[in-house]
């Protein structure tokens, strides 16, 4: 039993010993072996590797693959006419020498972004500083990108190289400072309701002056459709006196009876009317007594 527990025990501590020795290269990793503190070798190709157990020896990763850094800053910057804007821009970047990266910028791709992040945004500060809002919005956007990108690689190419290569700059957003913005919008607003106010103004004017013109005409349509009225009222009037005169003029009795009857007419206009009348002492009744007297004779 103590032979097998000594075999199994020396096998385990022979895997532990393999282990600390071996380690593995990913395709997209650069790996970094440390001697006592020191890098030792930087080893780029993919694959199984040898190594003496630590404290001898160590190894650690950085990323060989191509970076992304977005900006993080939402800082105002003052173009040439002294406008404030806010820039949202992109980075793409890659580590080249794993080395000079790890000697002169970090030990892990975040320090790198971080001072990245500083460098880019100075050089858009310069670059910005020296065009105007047209600018950043024109076609001279792509040359100010560039710009910037060409000022970045000279400070990470510079006397301390950071080991990394600058792919791409990018603007996404220019857009005004929030206070420029809140402000830009109320005059907009300004004017469009500076607009607004003149177009009401000129349609109610143009509404008064429609119904001021629809008034007069119906003024004078009534007009003279009145005067017509009261032309063929008083044609068919005179008519109606010619035809009633040459009517009591054939026979006056039957005229006086007429207008008698009419008479009668007029006072029992309503259905509670009352008329205490003596028939003797009427006209009326005399005549419709004896048709021969003061009545229209009969046929």
Known sequence: MNRIGFIITSLL????????????????????????????????????????????????????????????????????????????????????????????????????????????????????????????????????????????????????????????????????????????????EAERQRVANELRSTGAAEGEKIRADADRQREVTIANAYRDAQKVKGEGDAQAARLYADAFGRDPQFAQFYRSLEAYKQSFNKKGDVVVIDPSSTDFFRSMRTPGQGGPARN
Request: proline share 3%; no cysteine; hydrophobic share 40%.
């Open 13 to 188: 501590v022979l895997l532990a010993l393999a282990s600390s020795t071996l380690f593995v290269v990913d395709q997209r990793q650069f790996g970094v072996l440390y001697q006592l503190g020191q890098i030792k070798e930087v080893i780029t190709e993919p694959g199984l590797n040898f190594k003496m157990p630590p404290p001898f020896q160590n190894v650690s990763y950085i990323d060989k693959r191509l970076l992304t850094l977005d900006s993080t800053d939402t800082e105002s910057m003052l173009t040439a006419e002294k406008q404030r804007v806010v820039i949202d821009w992109y980075v793409r970047w890659r580590i080249t020498n794993p080395s000079e990266y790890i000697r002169n910028v970090g030990l892990d791709e975040a320090a790198g972004a971080m001072q990245l992040n500083r460098v880019v945004r100075n050089s858009f500060q310069e670059e910005v500083n020296r065009r105007t809002v047209r600018d950043l919005l024109s076609g001279k956007r792509e040359q100010l990108m560039l710009d910037v990108r060409r000022e970045v690689l000279e400070a990470v190419q510079g006397a301390r190289p950071w080991g990394v290569d600058i792919i791409d700059v990018r603007i996404t957003r220019v857009d005004y400072a929030s206070e420029i913005t809140t402000s830009v919008y109320r005059r907009m």
